[in-house]
């Protein structure tokens, strides 16, 4: 999604802004842009298109400071002219935009009313105008005039060719960051701190309408009265290592393979004997009646699994809700409600919104993260950090399979204060739990028998993933890997719900993949797979070892390591990774940046 990303400093911006924009890139992105102050004027370029199209055609000249940006298309197409930095009518004003505003269409009107004349279809273009109208000078007094007439989100930075060693920067509920380091005298602002690439440097984050002007030796910060305040700064510790594909040939297969030990890491010092999180003194949960998690996409999927497994072992009544439809609905939370939003990044908009909505019930927050400095780790009242380390394809992989380790350690934690599991019970689960990394890498090392199935299945344009009970969440998870990097439509369903409709689309063009592995429901499924291929539809099954009544009905089979049904989701999710992983290279697809994809949803 969106980047936004300026310096100013001793170093040359235009190098600075251009590896900080390689930093952005992993979020997705179709449109880039980098603009600066030379000689008292502003200049840009801007390209649709991938970075490497606007290295190409980079004809700057020596830049005194600059800003750039990585756009994902909201408002008007991908084209050059939509490209961020938008300037106002008289090209003394240049800004970048992460967000959007909702009100943009009226304020366009108005300004057009007065005179303004626009050049692209955005709603970012609207901005740079009004912070035009209202400068006389003083351009935190303008930003801070033309922000009160913005509806919606924003992460803005902004330069004036008055003001040529300045950024000036704003936002409201989209995360945006400034760094500095004293000792190196220069600054930078971005939407993501990881993009900064220094070590040892102070940040700080903005967030509801304030203001910063930034320049290589001074940051001053307003408040949305205009009144200046000084902000609360983090130590980015600098053991920043690029990201590197470590030989592999996508950074989706080199994190799938990491999985064995990203669970590992998330699993480390919170199961000694009994489950423990530091994170988490047990006052914090001891009146908790509910659950409630909250998440998107596959951070959803694996909110799924933990309302199952909460529901089971702890038993307590959870609900898992799609983080942009639980903010609208009417829920019945009440301060004794656990509200669990789980997200990879921690700035995805949707997740926030529903958590901050839910604080207005009076529930208590956790977040599930991975993300340290994310605005979900700080504005939640805990967080449960995944340690997975950072995950550049826009495909999730180790972030799932490290959130279904957390939250399966999360459930046996309520279970152990709630009294509803023995420690017997305990000690056996948590031997499972330790089995599963080697239980993953055991399929890792058969890969390739799902690259051959996967060349056979290629081909197809559409499929069914279905399952039953944990496997429900796990069918929809691998479904959704396959439909957004492969751009084949993947559907996830109950097996039990086909029946009831969907199976009227089945034919020998639309095959079935079935995740067989929870055992308890294994008559049930054998009798859906039957029911699947008296239509006539290939069925690809995923199950586990001892499953025999499986293979003997499946066309194609991929067996599982044994394990009980509530940890059944880690083996049978990688290889509904891996079979995705090589559809889409089989089709020959963009795997880390599919289409129209970002890895950082940062709005509604
Ligand atoms: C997963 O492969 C997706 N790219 C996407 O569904 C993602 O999980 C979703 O956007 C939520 O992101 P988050 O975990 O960072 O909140």
Redesign the pocket.
């Known amino acids: 999604m969106c980047g936004v990303f300026g310096y100013v400093g001793k170093e040359d911006p235009l190098s600075v802004c251009l590896a900080g924009l390689e930093q952005l890139e992993y979020r997705g992105y179709d449109s880039t842009g980098i603009g600066g102050i030379c000689k008292g004027e502003i200049v840009f370029c801007k390209k649709a298109g991938k970075l490497s199209l606007l290295k190409q055609g980079l004809d700057l000249p020596p830049l005194e400071i600059a800003i750039a940006h990585t756009r994902w298309a909201t408002h008007g197409r991908v084209n050059d002219q939509n490209a961020h930095p938008h300037l106002d009518g008289s090209g003394a004003i240049a800004v970048v935009h992460n967000g959007i505003i909702e009100n943009y269409d009226a304020l366009r009107e108005d300004l057009r009313k007065e005179g303004a004349r626009f050049s692209s279809e955005t709603d970012t273009e609207v901005i740079a105008h009004l912070i035009s109208k209202h400068y006389q000078g003083d351009l935190v007094e303008a930003l801070h005039k033309a922000i009160a007439w913005l509806k919606g989100i924003f992460a803005l930075v902004v330069i004036h060719k008055n003001h040529p060693h300045e950024l000036y920067a704003a936002a409201r509920a989209c995360p945006l960051s400034v760094g500095f380091n004293d000792e190196r005298n220069e600054a930078m602002v971005s939407s993501d701190p990881n993009a900064f690439q220094r070590p040892r440097l102070n940040v700080l984050f903005l967030q509801s309408n304030e203001i910063a002007r930034v320049s290589s030796s001074r940051i001053d910060v307003y408040d949305q009265r205009l009144k200046k305040i000084s902000k609360k700064t983090e130590r980015l510790e600098g053991n920043f290592q690029p990201p590197a594909k470590g030989g592999f040939e996508h950074y989706m297969i080199k994190e799938i393979y990491e999985q064995p030990i990203t669970i590992q890491k998330s699993l480390f010092g919170r199961c000694n004997g009994e489950v423990q999180f530091e994170e988490l003194p047990p006052y914090f949960l001891n009146k908790i009646k509910q659950v409630w998690f909250l998440?998107?996409?596959?951070?959803?999927n694996a909110g799924r699994i933990a309302a199952l497994l909460f529901e089971e072992i702890a038993r307590i009544p959870a609900q898992c809700e799609i983080a942009s439809e639980a903010r609208y609905r009417t829920p019945l939370l009440t301060p004794e409600t656990l509200v669990v939003a789980?997200?990879?990044?921690?700035?995805?908009a949707d997740?926030l919104a529903a958590m901050r909505e839910a604080k207005k019930y009076g529930c208590k927050t956790l977040a599930i993260c991975n993300v340290k400095s994310s605005t979900l780790m700080r504005e939640s009242d805990a967080g449960i950090l995944l340690n997975a380390g950072p995950e550049i394809s826009?495909?999730?992989?180790k972030?799932f399979t490290s959130q279904l380790a957390v939250l399966t350690l999360l459930t046996l934690y309520f279970a152990q204060l709630k009294k509803q599991i023995s420690p017997k019970q305990l000690h056996s689960f948590l031997e499972h739990l330790r089995a599963i990394p080697a239980q993953i890498q055991q399929i890792l090392d058969t890969a390739s028998d799902l690259q051959k199935l996967a060349k056979k299945y290629a081909d197809y344009e559409h499929f069914f993933f279905m399952g039953r009970r944990y496997m429900f969440p796990t069918a929809c998870e691998a479904a959704?890997?396959l439909k957004?990097i492969s751009y084949v439509n993947a559907n996830g369903y109950p097996a039990g719900e086909l029946k009831h409709g969907p199976i009227a689309l089945l034919n020998p063009r639309f095959p079935v993949v079935a995740f067989c592995a929870n055992q308890q429901t294994e008559e049930k499924i054998s009798s859906n797979l039957m029911e699947v291929k008296a239509r006539g539809a290939p069925v690809l099954a995923i199950a586990s070892e001892p499953q025999e009544n499986i293979g003997s009905i499946a066309d194609d089979l991929f067996r599982v390591p044994h394990t009980i049904d509530e940890l059944s989701p880690f083996a049978s999710v990688v290889a509904g990774q891996l079979l995705a992983y090589y559809i889409a290279k089989e089709r020959g697809c963009d795997i880390d940046q599919p289409r129209n994809?970002a890895?950082?949803?940062t709005v509604e």
């Not at 998440?295 to 959803?300: H, I, L, R």
């Not at 789980?342 to 995805?348: L, M």
């Not at 826009?394 to 992989?397: D, E, N, R």
């Open positions: 998440g998107c996409g596959t951070s959803a789980i997200s990879q990044s921690g700035e995805t997740t826009v495909c999730s992989t972030a959704l890997k957004e994809l890895k950082s949803v």
